[in-house]
């Protein structure tokens, strides 16, 4: 098919924004957001932008104009103090550093390592980070405390010791010198030389973020009555006593697993005074948003345009905004919901996500290469999976919330330790499988293994994602392909660790292969980790197979066929490959390739496409064409119609 006789069935609409100097067959992404990423001009506070990102943009100014007004209830009333108190900028500038001092005097009067570890427990159960992270999550037995490494200024433990990152390591050291002097604190350079040596050493106990490492989680010790036991140079039972109500018979899983020997070893080695500056760092850090003007412009500078390329800061009512929501989303999200999420879409979303479950049963159960018993068990699964549309179908927890307008370290500080007590009171109940890890405001979706549950929020519900039956490729093509690709997180996961796991490995090969050779522009040699996008690409191209399947069942039922059924299908490719549009910073593209288990948008896009059997037919693609991938390397775990 030529490049004139595609341009001849789109429609007019979509025709204005592809770019017809590139060939469909030859480089899929660019033909669709060529135009696009040309034109596109990031705002200077932005370091990427993509279909999603704008969107959440749209969502930020709706949740902004309702904190900004939030009424006179109780509720509105603890939204108003929170909002008003991070926009008080004459009130934080009054206090300065002064708004530390008490928590910086605690850390520097701990005594030995038993108080600093009671110390951090204490801050900790305030937002700030430790030398390890904890979140309450959920397997088929119930909730258990998960660890995992933590404690580094940096973003990637590489970063401290590969030869190519030397100058930022110093720029690094700079920063952390500037700010600890911002907070009062003596001869910063000195500490700041001692807290990047005490990072660095922590580092090495800090696994490469890889799928390998992330699928590597075993329960040991068993219980934190069992770690609290635990007397390795680490002080666990008074970290547990001031982090808040954590039952004895509460299950522990570390991830990835054998880091807690290294995490103790350091802490045992590490002067004592190198501990309490590291400590201080960690909170001084953890607390350079909400300081003030001189602290939150060093903060942004390193934080943001070094190592993100973002020209300036968010203007500061979004910054409220997300602060409002970090503290108090559930009360805000009440309110999103009555004001953008009505009945209608939720039943047409709810609706589309039942027949994107049943094609992938379908497809599952023509699967080849699964053992009977495996598909059985795949079947089985999905037939369990609980699908949460538009908000919590289940009450929300009534944590209280003391506020107070004219005290913002304050407020951030109750509003992180409220979040972190919902989360410990879980471990003491029943599985809730309604439960949600983000607020219904949020412009994503996800897939929960110990809820064997995903979940669509309120802002994904609305175009160009979903348009509520008004646009049936569009519906497909984007809602559709997200939802199959969180689903498959659930069979992935089972095929990776059962009975045919051996065959899965084989499968997948060629797909880590493939990756492994993509560098996206601006990466400076860096490329992509098929490996550690192993995971991701799997849901790309598994969810886009059962979205176009269930889209071609569609054109079926309505008894569309010939010209205007491949039209349909052109038209379906397009929308999908419009959620790929993407533009990000030098900075930000090189961050992400050394964290992000999601590959780069254009590998997204024309890294999945080739393993489409129906793509191949909508858009006559050939050997020798570039979106060609030989049949011998192309991927599949389900069976799919071709179109």
């Known amino acids: 098919m030529t490049t004139s006789a595609v341009h001849t069935a789109i429609d007019a609409g979509l025709d204005t924004e592809l770019d017809q100097s590139v060939r469909p067959q030859d480089d899929f992404y660019r033909y669709t957001a060529g135009r696009w990423t040309d034109g596109f001009v990031l705002p200077g506070h932005r370091a990427e932008a993509t279909m999603l990102s704008l969107l959440a943009e749209q969502v930020q100014d709706e949740v902004a104009a309702m904190i900004s007004s939030p009424g006179q209830d109780a509720d509105g009333c603890r939204i108003a103090d929170l909002y008003t108190s991070f926009m008080d900028e004459r009130r934080i500038e009054e206090l300065g550093a002064s708004a530390l001092t008490g928590d910086l005097e605690q850390i520097r009067r701990a005594p030995d390592r038993q108080a600093l570890a009671r110390v951090l427990g204490r801050l900790q159960a305030q937002g ?83 799928s390998t490492s992330r699928a590597a989680a075993r329960t040991c010790p068993a219980t934190a009555a069992e770690l609290a036991g635990r007397n390795h140079g680490f002080a666990w039972s008074a970290w547990l006593e001031e982090l808040g109500q954590v039952p004895g018979a509460a299950r522990v899983r570390l991830r990835p697993n054998g880091f807690l020997p290294a995490l ?101 159960k023509q699967a080849g290469w699964m053992r009977p018993d495996t598909r059985r068990a795949a079947v089985a699964l999905l037939d369990s999976m609980r699908f949460e549309i538009g908000g919590p179908s289940g009450a929300t927890d009534p944590v209280p919330l003391v506020t107070d307008p004219g005290d913002l370290i304050g407020n951030v500080k109750r509003g992180r330790a ?115 996008t192993l995971d991701e690409n799997i849901a790309d191209i598994t969810g886009l197979a059962v979205a176009q399947a269930a889209f071609a069942d569609h054109l079926t039922a309505c008894g569309t066929t010939g010209a205007e059924r491949q039209h349909q299908m052109r038209r379906f490719f397009l929308l999908w490959a419009t959620m790929w549009r993407g533009k990000r910073t030098p900075e930000r593209t090189r961050e992400r390739l050394e964290n992000d288990p999601h590959a780069p948008p254009q590998f997204r896009c024309n890294g999945v496409l080739g393993h489409i059997p129906a793509f191949y037919e909508a858009f006559g693609v050939r050997e020798g064409d570039g979106m060609h991938i030989r049949q011998a390397d192309r991927f599949s775990l389900i069976a799919v119609e071709g179109n």
């Open 128 to 210: 700030i980070t430790g030398a390890v992270d904890l979140r309450v999550a959920a397997d088929t037995r119930g909730y258990l405390l998960e660890l995992s490494p933590s404690g580094l200024g940096l973003p990637s433990a590489l970063l401290y010791r590969e030869a190519r990152s030397e100058r930022l390591r110093e720029r690094y050291f700079v920063h952390v010198a500037t700010m600890l002097s911002l907070a009062g604190l003596p001869d910063a350079e000195t500490a700041a030389s001692r807290v990047l040596r005490a990072e660095t050493a922590l580092s090495g106990g800090h696994a490469p973020p890889d």
């Open 264 to 364: 103790e070893h350091w802490w045992a080695t590490t002067s004592l005074d190198s501990l309490r500056l590291w400590l201080a760092w960690r909170y001084v850090h953890e607390m350079a948003p909400f300081g003030s003007r001189r602290v939150f412009t060093e903060h942004f500078n390193f934080y943001w345009r070094d190592l993100t390329g973002a020209r300036w800061p968010w203007p500061r009512r979004l910054r409220a905004t997300a602060f409002v929501q970090t503290a108090a989303g559930d009360l805000v999200g009440e309110r999103y919901l009555r004001a953008h999420l009505d009945p209608h879409t939720r039943a047409r979303a709810a609706d589309l996500v039942t027949r994107m479950a049943g094609t992938y049963r379908d497809s599952l």
């Open 418 to 532: 409220r979040q972190l007590a919902r989360q410990l009171s879980r471990l003491v109940g029943p599985l809730d499988h309604s439960e949600w890890r983000v607020l219904p405001q949020a412009v994503t979706a996800y897939y929960r293994h110990g809820l064997n549950q995903v979940v669509v929020p309120a802002g994904l519900l609305r175009p160009p994602v979903f348009t509520a039956g008004g646009d049936p490729a569009r519906d497909h093509a984007v809602l559709g392909s997200i939802v199959c690709h969180e689903m498959s997180h659930a069979l992935v996961r089972a095929w990776r660790t059962g009975a045919d796991h051996a065959e899965f490995d084989r499968r997948t090969a060629p797909l880590v292969v493939q990756y492994d050779r993509y560098a996206p522009e601006g990466s400076h040699g860096r490329r992509v980790s098929g490996a550690r």
